[in-house]
């Protein structure tokens, strides 16, 4: 019996091979200086990401779900202050909402996207019984949501914009990068993302000096640089650790190489599965996508799916159930129902691998396995 090839969703170790040295060389240097808490390393990385990403301020925070934490308090976020979020999301942007005090607000996403639906949206601010306070839009698997529209609401309406970007480092709308368009834009550097350190590690950026000065004093146990124990905010331990600061800053000298092979490789894709019955990612004009992750669409997922991981291909759902069925969030009462386009995204979105080591070869094999089980339906 032939032994199936296996490829990952993710190969972490192929992407650190090429630069093991100079990781190794840049933790070597926080490990003998010792400055393991705001060493130089958090601040130089902070601001290589301004300058990357074109962003006023960028403040370094312990993981992307704090960084939403820390940019609702920011904000003003109040006690029992209601906060729009997407139903099709990773759990965390919702758990941070309520982590900061506040109440979260389901919002269905687009067929097409798989992003915040800017005219649902618009219906729950005509609707809402409770003023909403922020509206948090989540930048999924790699490209941005639409930014125009979110944000015109958000000037109707008055309320801020958070941007969840933990999946979309490095992609564009409209010629700026997606994280620099709201109030603050989050991101996370977890170890699998496009970005990613070697533990836990997080960023807001801001256009706003007195936001930045708050988010880097909540980040601190809430004090001000030059008085270290009168903690004049209710904060946190929030930071970003050195030695993941000093990781970073050598990763983010790869990430825009990296995000380039993504997209071949995912162009490679859509040429080689144009005929076949599955929906590809749609890009709408003036995004730009970073293929964090490379999701079809089919409502015969879960044989498809299947099919794969016997052939040694790693596909999963993200996210197979939405957060207004979540059990953590039943006191919110949501049913059924409430937001079908999320629940039918959850049915029918599949991951295959997108990661930038992937060969042409694994391409090949990917894609005539799925040529083969859709093949076998029809049959
Ligand atoms: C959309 C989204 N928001 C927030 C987070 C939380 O980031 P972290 O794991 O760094 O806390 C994640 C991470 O998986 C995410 O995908």
């Not at 090429?18 to 601001?47: L, S, T």
């Amino acid at each position: 019996m032939t032994v199936p090839k296996k490829i990952p969703l993710l190969d972490l170790k192929a992407q650190l091979d090429p630069i093991r040295e100079e990781i190794h060389d840049a933790m070597q240097k926080v490990i003998e200086c010792g400055a393991f808490i705001n060493g130089p390393e958090v601040r130089e990385f902070e601001a290589d990401i301004e300058q990357y990403l074109k962003s006023p301020f960028a403040v370094g925070v312990s993981s992307g779900t704090e960084a939403l934490v820390l940019s609702l308090w920011a904000l003003g976020l109040k006690a029992g202050e209601h906060v729009v979020c997407p139903a099709f999301t990773y759990y965390a942007t919702a758990g941070a909402i309520i982590k900061a005090g506040g109440v979260p607000v389901f919002c269905d996403i687009d067929p097409k996207t798989f992003n915040m639906d800017p005219n649902r949206l618009s219906d729950i601010l005509k609707k809402s019984k409770n003023p909403i306070k922020v509206v948090i839009a989540v930048h999924l698997y790699g490209q941005p949501a639409e930014m125009d529209s979110i944000l015109a609401l958000g000037r109707e309406h008055h309320l801020y914009v958070i941007e969840d970007n933990a999946q979309s480092f490095g992609s564009q709308y409209k010629n700026q990068f997606a994280g620099t368009l709201g109030n603050c834009g989050t991101l996370s550097f977890f170890p699998g993302k496009n970005l990613g350190a070697f533990g836990d590690a997080g960023m807001v950026l801001t256009g706003d000096k007195e936001t930045a000065q708050k988010l880097r004093a909540f980040r601190n146990q809430g004090t001000e640089p030059k008085a270290k124990y009168d903690h004049v905010y209710l904060g946190t331990n929030g930071r970003l650790d050195t030695l993941q600061a000093a990781v970073l800053k050598v990763k983010l000298k790869y990430v825009q190489g990296w995000n380039e092979k993504r997209a071949r490789h995912a162009e490679g894709y859509r040429e080689r599965l144009r005929d076949c019955p599955t929906d590809l990612p749609l890009v709408p004009e003036g995004n730009t996508h970073v293929y964090h992750q490379f999701v079809l669409r089919s409502r015969d997922k879960p044989r498809i799916v299947k099919y794969l991981n016997e052939c040694g291909i790693d596909s999963r759902t993200y996210y197979p159930k939405p957060l207004h069925l979540q059990t953590c969030f039943r006191f919110l009462d949501g049913h059924l129902g409430d937001y079908p386009v999320s629940e039918r995204a959850s049915k029918e979105l599949f991951a295959i691998p997108c990661y930038p080591e992937l060969t042409e070869s694994d391409l090949d094999y990917i894609v005539d396995k799925i040529k083969q089980v859709l093949k076998e339906k029809r049959a």
